[in-house]
């Protein structure tokens, strides 16, 4: 396999732009296809059957698209990714779990953990912190408004902090420490959780994948080392909309930003996607 070949990254929507961030900023010369599946989402709500299609989906475009690795920037595709029924010329990584850093920060092993229902429902970020310390006791909180309103632009409103209040309201109240943000559009919402949930240490895993990755690559002799790399943004609607939502948490200059209604790509993946 190529070294020159892109990083995959794919998720719901803009949310995995934390992901692509710390790719972006751990590993510049490398090139990345980005897809956030902006016309569907959120998947949090969505059935088993249908995220799978979806992911299905996806996964096909990026083996045209001759990825080298691809990474499952949400949690809840990331939980169900053993469930795939086809396999890929690539390697598939998941988001970290944060539990590690999790455990290193909480002092009084209590810890939250901010999901959707579908990562919520599947119990692994409660059974490996269990596993790993029995003392903690975890509190896991299920947010189901969050990544609607992120990908609407409500990163700093008076309806994200209605909503942050009502979730994180309980983890204050259960005096945890350590809050795991298990996902990745929640990390664009650090300002309202830290506001409400006062001293607790916030854990983003997006830097804990982005080092899987590099790694991986690196034990794979597959890391591009020279010259500056391509970011080309996909998403399936609502191009402008993403493009303002990545200029608040990000630099964009360099970044391709391209509409890519996935429907249409599989009827003409070369016209949708030349």
Not at 54 to 61: A, G, K, R
Not at 169 to 181: E, F, G, Q, W
Request: glycine share 6%; net charge negative; with cysteine.
């Amino acid at each position: 396999m190529d070294s020159n070949l892109p990083i995959g990254v794919f998720d719901s929507g803009v949310g995995g732009l934390t992901v692509f961030r710390q790719l972006r900023n751990m590993l510049p010369t490398e090139n990345i296809i980005y897809f956030g599946d902006s016309k569907r989402n959120p998947y949090g709500p969505r059935s088993e059957a249908e995220i799978l299609q979806y992911v299905d989906e996806i996964l096909s475009f990026m083996q045209d698209n001759h990825v080298k690795v691809a990474v499952s920037a949400c949690n809840t595709i990331t939980v169900l990714l053993e469930k795939l029924e086809h396999t890929y010329p690539f390697e598939i990584v998941g988001m970290g779990r944060g539990v590690l850093s999790a455990l290193g920060m909480t002092k009084n092993n209590r810890i939250g953990v901010l999901a959707t229902e579908t990562t919520i429902r599947s119990g692994k970020h409660v059974s490996e912190v269990v596993t790993r310390n029995p003392e903690v006791k975890v509190f896991p909180i299920a947010c189901p408004k969050f990544a609607s309103l992120v990908e609407n632009e409500h990163l700093d409103d008076e309806a994200i902090e209605t909503a942050a209040i009502d979730y994180i309201s309980p983890l204050k109240d259960a005096k945890v420490d350590a809050v795991i943000l298990a996902c990745t559009h929640y990390p664009m919402l650090t300002p309202v959780i830290s506001k409400i949930i006062g001293q607790a240490y916030l854990v983003d895993p997006a830097e804990e994948t982005a080092i899987t990755v590099k790694n991986l690559l690196e034990k794979a002799g597959l890391l591009r080392t020279n010259g500056q790399g391509y970011s080309r943004l996909c998403f399936s609607a609502n191009v402008d909309k993403v493009r303002r939502i990545a200029n608040k948490i990000m630099d964009i200059t360099n970044c391709e930003f391209e509409l890519l209604d996935m429907a249409s790509y599989k009827e003409h993946p070369a016209k949708v996607y030349a």
